[in-house]
């Protein structure tokens, strides 16, 4: 198993940059794939970006390509998303998930594909 800790979220103006992160701890991080999720209030957690468990192939919602990149360090078994030209739509909790996997270079964009998530981290973009 593994356990996932965002960090990284705070209060930014429409314009600026953040950069989440999601520290793992337990086996075999290299075996998952790993996305980020968002849940604004009173609304659905939402897909936005996937990263595959070789780090290889990547996957945005159409609604952060362009402006959200999503990355992995292996070696501090850590994964990112670099958030640049933010919107105050783009506020939300921000959750990290992991999806054990044997595919190297597959992609996941569901919820209920990913075993392990973290508990978020909020982002608010102030216009």
């Known amino acids: 198993q593994v356990q996932l800790v965002e960090s990284g979220g705070g209060l930014v103006q429409a314009g600026g940059s953040l950069r989440l992160s999601c520290a793992a701890s337990?086996?075999?991080?290299?075996?998952?794939?790993m996305g980020w999720f968002r849940q604004a209030p009173g609304k659905e957690r939402n897909f936005i970006a996937t990263?595959?468990?070789?780090?290889?192939?990547?996957y945005y919602a159409d609604s952060v390509k362009g402006r959200f990149t999503i990355s992995g360090d292996n070696a501090k078994n850590t994964v990112y998303l670099q958030m640049n030209n933010l919107k105050p739509e783009d506020t939300a909790v921000y959750y990290c998930?992991?999806?054990?996997?044997?595919?190297?270079?597959?992609?996941?964009?569901?919820?209920?594909?990913?075993?392990?998530w973290g508990q978020g981290t909020q982002v608010t973009v102030s216009s």
């Open positions: 998930a992991a999806k054990q996997t044997q595919y190297r270079d597959r992609r996941y964009l569901r919820n209920s594909d990913y075993e392990y």
């Open positions: 990263i595959s468990r070789s780090g290889g192939n990547t």
């Open positions: 337990g086996r075999t991080f290299s075996s998952y794939a």
